[in-house]
Protein backbone atom coordinates (compact mmCIF):
# COMPACT_ATOMS: atom_id res chain seq x y z
CA UNK A 1 0.00 0.00 0.00
CA UNK A 2 2.89 2.70 0.58
CA UNK A 3 5.50 1.11 -1.59
CA UNK A 4 6.33 3.92 -4.05
CA UNK A 5 5.18 6.30 -1.75
CA UNK A 6 7.16 9.52 -1.66
CA UNK A 7 8.40 10.47 1.60
CA UNK A 8 6.92 13.45 3.37
CA UNK A 9 4.24 13.73 5.95
CA UNK A 10 0.81 12.17 5.58
CA UNK A 11 -2.36 11.91 7.47
CA UNK A 12 -1.77 9.59 10.64
CA UNK A 13 -4.23 7.32 10.38
CA UNK A 14 -6.47 6.89 13.22
CA UNK A 15 -5.21 10.35 14.58
CA UNK A 16 -7.61 13.10 12.45
CA UNK A 17 -5.36 15.42 14.00
CA UNK A 18 -2.04 14.59 13.46
CA UNK A 19 0.41 13.79 10.54
CA UNK A 20 2.97 11.06 10.17
CA UNK A 21 6.78 11.09 8.43
CA UNK A 22 7.03 8.25 5.65
CA UNK A 23 10.97 8.12 4.75
CA UNK A 24 10.34 6.43 1.44
CA UNK A 25 11.16 2.66 3.39
CA UNK A 26 8.51 3.26 6.49
CA UNK A 27 6.94 4.99 8.80
CA UNK A 28 9.29 7.13 11.07
CA UNK A 29 8.32 7.46 14.77
CA UNK A 30 8.18 11.27 13.78
CA UNK A 31 4.55 13.02 13.84
CA UNK A 32 3.29 16.53 13.63
CA UNK A 33 0.17 18.28 14.26
CA UNK A 34 -1.99 19.10 11.15
CA UNK A 35 -2.27 22.70 9.82
CA UNK A 36 -5.68 24.36 10.95
CA UNK A 37 -7.85 24.30 7.33
CA UNK A 38 -8.41 27.57 5.63
CA UNK A 39 -11.68 27.69 7.06
CA UNK A 40 -10.52 27.93 10.35
CA UNK A 41 -7.44 30.18 9.78
CA UNK A 42 -9.93 32.97 8.24
CA UNK A 43 -12.52 32.55 11.56
CA UNK A 44 -9.41 32.96 13.59
CA UNK A 45 -8.48 36.22 11.40
CA UNK A 46 -11.89 37.42 11.60
CA UNK A 47 -11.68 37.38 15.32
CA UNK A 48 -8.73 38.27 15.50
CA UNK A 49 -9.37 41.57 13.60
CA UNK A 50 -12.54 42.10 16.05
CA UNK A 51 -10.29 41.92 18.82
CA UNK A 52 -7.16 44.13 16.79
CA UNK A 53 -10.54 46.88 16.19
CA UNK A 54 -11.73 46.61 20.42
CA UNK A 55 -8.24 47.54 21.49
CA UNK A 56 -8.11 49.95 18.77
CA UNK A 57 -11.01 52.00 20.21
CA UNK A 58 -9.92 52.11 23.98
CA UNK A 59 -6.31 53.20 22.32
CA UNK A 60 -7.80 56.09 20.22
CA UNK A 61 -8.69 57.24 23.33
CA UNK A 62 -6.19 56.79 26.17
CA UNK A 63 -3.37 56.75 23.48
CA UNK A 64 -4.35 58.56 19.75
CA UNK A 65 -1.24 57.54 18.09
CA UNK A 66 -1.70 53.87 18.92
CA UNK A 67 -5.34 54.10 18.05
CA UNK A 68 -4.29 55.60 14.76
CA UNK A 69 -1.98 53.29 13.80
CA UNK A 70 -4.10 50.26 15.03
CA UNK A 71 -7.11 52.18 12.90
CA UNK A 72 -5.30 51.60 9.70
CA UNK A 73 -4.36 47.97 10.95
CA UNK A 74 -7.51 46.79 11.08
CA UNK A 75 -8.93 49.30 7.76
CA UNK A 76 -6.12 47.16 6.03
CA UNK A 77 -7.84 43.55 7.24
CA UNK A 78 -10.67 44.19 5.39
CA UNK A 79 -12.72 46.54 7.81
CA UNK A 80 -12.16 49.92 6.11
CA UNK A 81 -15.51 51.21 7.85
CA UNK A 82 -13.97 50.46 11.11
CA UNK A 83 -10.27 51.14 11.18
CA UNK A 84 -10.86 54.44 9.41
CA UNK A 85 -13.79 55.16 12.22
CA UNK A 86 -10.90 54.05 14.94
CA UNK A 87 -8.27 56.53 13.23
CA UNK A 88 -10.56 59.75 13.39
CA UNK A 89 -11.51 59.13 16.72
CA UNK A 90 -7.93 58.90 17.26
CA UNK A 91 -7.58 62.55 15.73
CA UNK A 92 -10.52 63.55 17.67
CA UNK A 93 -8.96 62.44 21.63
CA UNK A 94 -5.72 63.73 20.19
CA UNK A 95 -7.51 66.92 20.14
CA UNK A 96 -9.08 66.71 23.18
CA UNK A 97 -5.90 65.76 25.12
CA UNK A 98 -4.14 68.61 23.43
CA UNK A 99 -6.89 70.71 24.96
CA UNK A 100 -6.77 69.22 28.54
CA UNK A 101 -2.73 69.38 28.63
CA UNK A 102 -1.88 72.41 26.99
CA UNK A 103 -5.06 74.73 27.06
CA UNK A 104 -5.92 76.27 24.41
Same mark, same amino acid.
Given at each position: MTEGLAPGWY +??????? /?????DGDQWTDNYKPKDP? +? $?????RTAADTESLAAIGVFA $??? #? +?? $?? #???? #??? /??????VVGVGIAAASVVAATVWGIILFGE
Open positions: +PYKGHDD /ALRYWT +P $ATRSR $AVL #F +PI $AG #FIIG #FMV /AGRGRP
